[in-house]
Nanobody, 118 residues
Framework: QVQLVESGGGLVQPGGSLRLSCAAS????????MGWYRQAPGKERELVAR?????TNYADSVKGRFTISRDNAKKVYLQMNNLKPEDTAVYYC??????????????WGQGTRVTVSS
């Protein structure tokens, strides 16, 4: 079994910062990409940022404010600065994982809520 567990969400005022963390665990052989998606009320889930090796890509709406990083093979972070009310959403960690039984899985975390409000 493979799982992703997020942490770090919460309530923050506009202009503030939060750091989301995601840790992968289970029968993992390797991880391809890791990324963050978000889903705001009444909207579809959208890609926020993704990292593969040394390459990153971001949604236009977060460029210059959010930074995705990995400190080892199984953890990914999202540093969010200058948060805006429109960043309010549930944030999901996502990864493409190869298990020790050589299956490729796309795995989602349970989500962590971020609310930006004064």
């Amino acid at each position: 079994q493979v799982q992703l567990v997020e942490s770090g969400g919460g309530l923050v005022q506009p202009g503030g910062s939060l750091r989301l963390s995601c840790a992968a665990s289970g029968s993992i052989f390797s991880i391809n990409f890791m990324g963050w998606y978000r889903q705001a009320p009444g909207k579809e889930r959208e890609l926020v940022a993704r990292i593969l090796g040394g390459n990153t890509n971001y949604a236009d709406s977060v460029k210059g404010r959010f930074t995705i990083s990995r400190d080892n093979a199984k953890k990914v972070y999202l540093q969010m600065n200058n948060l805006k009310p429109e960043d309010t959403a549930v944030y999901y960690c996502n990864a493409r994982i190869r298990t020790i039984s050589e299956r490729w899985l796309e795995v989602w975390g349970q989500g962590t809520r971020v609310t930006v409000s004064s």
